[in-house]
């Protein structure tokens, strides 16, 4: 079978993770160290991306997944956006073991902290100023707090969003910011086989739909052109249908892990729950395979946050990338 990513060629994708494989071997020179960042769990992500043919489809779509995650790192590199860090920590990226499955340690705490700056970030269109230097995870303009936790267990979640809750009361109370929120990524608690099963049968119907319309009609030109896997992976309405479950069950997979914590409960001041997933999704027909990282933001704001804000605050969260 052969593999394809219509949105963002391999050769596309290879060229950003050697572009970030080049950032961090500086970030490695300037700590004083002499290790080669190919001798790293990069450098064997880089092997199994360029030899991506050889992987199951499976094990392609958690690459593709992984390796989405870390380019974009390549943004705190570019200058574009204002986020301050300090070196020592973005190293963390290249700690741990590769796996597959995605990271499940220190660098997959780090990795969330930096993604979540860099949408809040992107979605100032660069006009925030990040911190990521204090003790704080995340400080944006001396005035919003953002406490991260990347939840790997159900049987946790209760006791680390009690405990970011009270991490943002002591940011304000030692003047690091007025107002924030908790940040959860809970990738981890998604049921892969119940949205592998749900993805499947979406993009079935959507397969039935177009195949039809590729024979005959207004737009039956512009489909055969793109091939089919293209035009249902840039189908707006597809997109949307399969971004919104993954939304659902991300906060379903909160709500349902709390027990007797509710968020209305949250400090004043702690906004709400920013709520993150990202899971691989494949497509495929006989001929190719497309591999698609899909990433939802929803979010749950606080009763006591301030109602003349509510509309601007979340048309700002809705701004948070999402999407394929």
Request: with cysteine.
């Amino acid at each position: 079978m052969k593999f394809t990513q219509s949105h963002h060629t391999i050769k596309d994708v290879i060229e950003n993770f050697e572009t970030l494989m080049s950032h961090m071997q500086k970030l490695i020179n300037n700590s004083g160290q002499n290790k080669l960042i190919k001798n790293t769990k990069l450098g064997e992500m880089h092997n199994q991306l360029v030899n991506i043919k050889n992987l199951t489809d499976d094990q392609a779509a958690a690459l593709a997944l992984t390796i989405s995650n870390y380019n974009q790192v390549n943004r705190i590199f570019d200058g574009s956006l204002d986020i301050h860090y300090k070196e020592h920590e973005i190293l963390d990226l290249i700690t741990g073991q590769h796996t597959l499955e995605g990271p499940n340690d220190k660098s997959s705490d780090r990795l969330f902290e930096l993604g979540m700056a860099i949408r809040f970030a992107r979605g100032s269109m660069g006009t925030f100023t990040i911190n990521l230097e204090t003790e704080c995870d995340i400080i944006i303009n001396d005035e919003l707090a953002i406490e991260c936790k990347n939840l790997q267990s159900a049987k946790k979640v209760k006791s680390r969003v009690k405990y970011a809750s009270d991490q943002l009361e002591r940011r304000f109370d030692e003047g690091l910011a007025t107002y924030g929120f908790i940040a959860v990524d809970v990738s981890a608690l998604i049921d892969r086989n119940k949205f592998k099963q749900f993805a499947s049968s979406v993009f079935e119907c959507f397969e039935k739909t177009y195949t039809v319309m590729a024979s005959a009609g207004s737009f039956a030109p512009t489909i055969r052109e793109n091939g089919i896997l293209f035009s249902i992976e840039s189908d707006k309405n597809f997109q949307k249908i399969i971004t919104s479950y993954l939304a659902h069950q991300a906060e379903f997979a909160l709500h349902s892990n709390l027990g007797d914590f509710r968020l209305e409960h949250l400090p004043q001041n702690c906004w709400g729950v920013i709520i993150q997933s990202a899971v691989p999704m494949i497509i495929s027909n006989n001929e190719n395979l497309v591999p698609i990282p899909i990433r939802t933001t929803s979010y749950f704001l606080n009763p006591a946050f301030p109602e003349q804000l509510e509309n601007q605050m979340r048309v700002f969260l809705g701004q948070l990338s999402t999407g394929f």
